[in-house]
């Protein structure tokens, strides 16, 4: 049978073999927690404790400012040493809370549960919201945001996304494998949320154990399991969507444009946690892997754990790295050090010593097209990148730059290695200075 | 082939006719002052005015809609003609020039990760705040020197961004182009000048730069009158600038500069290097 999938994309190694067999492990925790207050896209939250407070596992600590925004909560219990900008994943440093962990791990009163049966839609909606669950393939979009629909888009499906098409990523692979309930009862629990009786899960055909267990978990629940073509970005939602239902959500529009709402995989199970057993989103499940670390891992993480922690619980580096990608490596963001932590939306840690990433000074065009066959957008990655560059803006809007995904597919596959997201990216800046100003 | 250059020329005839003859039908009468400050006016269109270019300027001025000394470019002459042509004073704006505040280009100022992207400052600075180390210095992909409508932008071999006193005629318009604002503008008389725009505390800047103001406050003590330092920088005090000359040679740094042999040219830019410790420097 031949496998669903999308038009356009591409297959790089996928490296998963790295990683794809080592069971779940549990990171121990740190010396020291440094949570950042900006976690999610939207508004960072705002700090609620102080200097000197001594704060419980699952405490919030900084409150949700805005609908698209969500609270942000201490990961285990102990003191409040330093709130501070620190180093974050943006490159930038940005305010944090530090946390000295006491050791006891006790959890602040108040954490329970309800059967979900029991709860209106909107009561869930609510605990989504109070345990600051974002979008955790990396998007970082708060999810009560996307479970809200308006009336006028109905929704009749719901979209699980367990694809993990970057590579080198296998934490939703063992996490799909090592708690299936937890998963499974996250997608029942947001069905229930959107009141649609079709759900999909999407699983690259590379993990073949993970769609058999899927598979058999889901019979019978009006959950259904559909193994999708190996190719990147099958995961990117719009790619996803088509590959699924064979519906084109359309240029500037939205999955529930189409009807249809996605959720990771991830996500489902701090679903289920939030809603089931009255917990907030402090930790995650994280891949850490690549050529520059001695022994790569699927980790159980709490949030605010700095990377320097988890590689070492890792064995530690392989040299000295050149290159340290927090996420995968084709929309991964690239670290300046292993200083920063941690957060709701580290789906994995790479790591790459000189020579075993290329890092070229870009040549010029050779005009070969294969930007243009890979993009899974349907857009012309050279013509858009070089208008955006000339700042010629509106030539670049009319070429469809803001229809980008941002996958990397262009810069990937380049032979003179343009810098091809960069500039559309700069571009799609520009565009969008321009329509605030009119 | 005779033929057609004689059907070519008659062609070319008939058409100069029917223009000639439509230029005199539908002439727009235009008021001679315009004719006459535009004339006067650089031609560079560069916008400095504030006009879409030197024929819109003129046309303001002539309807008395724009001040006379509006044309940084063409400098007091050309105010003084535009005001003569108008028979108003002439008020002139003193002439300015361009600065690029920053030495510290590669090998004297740290980088914070290896750039491979589009060589262009704002789309550098888009990524983790600029691949400098130093939050104000000059990035050194050119962009100012893209924008400058009079070439008098370079970019040196090391990356940083020099202003030619001759050619500059401090239209400003790299001044916005700059997402670091380093470039500012100054008197064009002054030739002390402190090169640094960073505003992080003397201990931070020397980790990261060779030639960076550490606000040690020496320029100030000395001459009191032509240095303030803010937020860590000390600056000219452009009114008092003929005063600013002696702290040059007590600047710890190196970073006030007295360009009085003029400002320089493209590549030759090189001030001396004085490593402010052993670790910075390596
Ligand atoms: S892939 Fe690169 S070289 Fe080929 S057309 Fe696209 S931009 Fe040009
Ligand atoms: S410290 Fe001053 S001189 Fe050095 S790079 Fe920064 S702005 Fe330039
Ligand atoms: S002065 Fe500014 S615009 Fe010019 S090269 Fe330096 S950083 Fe770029
Ligand atoms: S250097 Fe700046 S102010 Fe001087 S002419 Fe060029 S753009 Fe205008």
């Not at chain 1, 990683?19 to 492990?25: F, L, P």
């Not at chain 1, 959890?107 to 049966?117: F, N, Q, T």
């Not at chain 1, 708690?179 to 590379?206: H, P, S, W, Y």
């Not at chain 2, 002696?246 to 042999?261: G, L, S, W, Y």
Request: hydrophobic residues 40%; proline residues 8%; glycine residues 10%.
């Amino acid at each position: 049978m031949k496998l669903k999938t999308f038009p356009g994309g591409l297959h790089p190694p996928d490296n998963k073999e790295w990683s794809a067999n080592k069971a779940i492990e549990t990171c121990p925790l740190p010396g020291e927690l440094v949570i950042p207050l900006a976690q999610h896209i939207g508004a960072p939250a705002e700090l609620c404790v102080a200097k000197g407070d001594h704060v419980k596992k699952g405490q919030v600590i900084g409150t949700a400012k805005g609908f698209v925004s969500v609270p942000v909560h201490s990961s285990t219990s102990g003191e409040v040493t330093a709130i501070e900008p620190r180093p974050h994943a943006s490159g930038r440093n940005l305010p944090a809370v530090v946390i000295r962990p006491d050791g006891e791990d006790t959890w602040v009163e108040g954490i329970s549960g309800a059967d979900p049966e029991t709860l209106s839609p909107d009561a869930i909606r609510e605990c989504i919201r109070a345990a600051g669950i974002v979008g955790m393939g990396g998007a970082t979009f708060p999810a009560h945001v996307k479970l809200t629909p308006p009336e006028n888009k109905p929704i009749h499906t719901l979209v699980i996304n367990g694809v993990e098409c970057e590579p080198y990523l296998t934490a939703d692979h063992r996490l799909m494998l090592e708690e299936t309930d937890r998963v499974l009862d996250g997608i029942v629990i947001l069905k229930r949320v959107l009141g649609v009786a079709r759900a999909q899960v999407g699983i690259e055909a590379n993990k073949p154990d993970a769609i058999e267990v899927m598979t058999k978990a889901c019979a019978g629940k009006g959950i259904e399991v559909v193994p999708l073509a190996v190719k990147y970005p099958q995961g990117a939602e719009k790619q996803l969507i088509l590959a699924l239902t064979g519906r084109e959500v359309p240029s500037g529009g939205l999955p529930m444009d189409v009807g249809v709402v996605v959720q990771n995989v991830g996500t489902a199970a701090a679903v289920s946690d939030a809603v089931r057993r009255g917990l907030p989103l402090i930790e995650r499940i994280a891949t850490v892997t690549g050529p520059g670390v001695t022994t790569p891992k699927n980790l159980r993480v709490r949030v605010g754990t700095p990377l320097t922690h988890l590689v070492e619980f890792c064995g530690g580096l392989k040299g000295d790295p050149a290159k340290i990608i927090m996420g995968g490596p084709m929309m991964g963001a690239t670290q300046l050090s292993l200083d920063v932590p941690a957060t709701r939306g580290t789906s994995g840690v790479l790591l790459f010593r000189e020579g075993e990433i290329p890092l070229r000074p870009e040549g010029p065009c050779i005009r070969c097209g294969r930007c243009v066959q890979v993009c899974p957008a349907h857009i012309m990655p050279t013509t858009i990148a070089a208008y955006a560059r000339l700042d010629l803006i509106a030539e670049a809007e009319e070429f469809g730059a803001m229809d980008c995904i941002e996958c990397g597919c262009c810069t990937y596959t380049c032979p003179a290695t343009l810098p091809l997201v960069q500039a559309i990216r700069y571009g799609k800046g520009a565009i969008l200075a321009k329509r605030r100003k009119v | 082939m005779l033929a057609a250059i004689l059907s070519l020329g008659g062609i070319g005839l008939a058409a100069a006719v029917a223009l000639g003859f439509a230029a005199k039908k539908f002439a727009v009468e235009v008021d001679p002052r315009e004719l006459a400050v535009a004339e006067v006016l650089s031609g560079a269109n560069c916008g400095a005015c504030g006009y879409p270019g030197c024929a819109a300027y003129a046309k303001a001025v002539a309807t008395g809609e724009a001040a006379p000394n509006l044309c940084t470019p063409g400098g007091a002459s050309t105010v003084d003609k535009i005001a003569h042509i108008m028979g108003v004073a002439a008020v002139t704006a003193s002439p300015q020039i361009a600065v690029v505040l920053c030495q510290g280009d590669n090998p004297k100022a740290k980088a914070k990760y290896r750039y491979l992207g589009v060589a262009d400052c704002n789309a550098a600075q888009k990524i983790a705040d600029g691949p400098k180390e130093c939050p104000g210095g000059c990035l050194g992909l050119g962009t100012c020197a893209r924008v400058c409508p009079f070439g008098a932008i370079e970019i040196t071999p090391e990356g940083l961004a020099v202003i030619s006193r001759e050619k500059c005629t401090g239209c400003k318009k790299c001044v916005p182009a700059c997402p670091r604002s380093v470039i500012r503008m100054a008197p064009l008389d002054a030739t002390v000048h402190v090169l640094c725009n960073s505003r992080d505390k003397g201990a931070v800047v020397r980790k990261y730069c060779q030639v960076g103001c550490i606000a040690c406050h020496i320029c100030a003590k000395t001459v009191p009158e032509a240095y303030v330092v803010e937020e860590n920088l000390a600056r000219v005090v452009y009114e008092h600038y003929d005063q600013a000359a002696p702290a040059v040679a007590k600047c710890p740094t190196k970073c006030i500069r007295d360009f009085v042999e003029g400002y320089p040219e493209g590549s030759t830019f090189a001030p001396p290097v004085v490593p402010v410790k052993a670790e910075a420097a390596a």
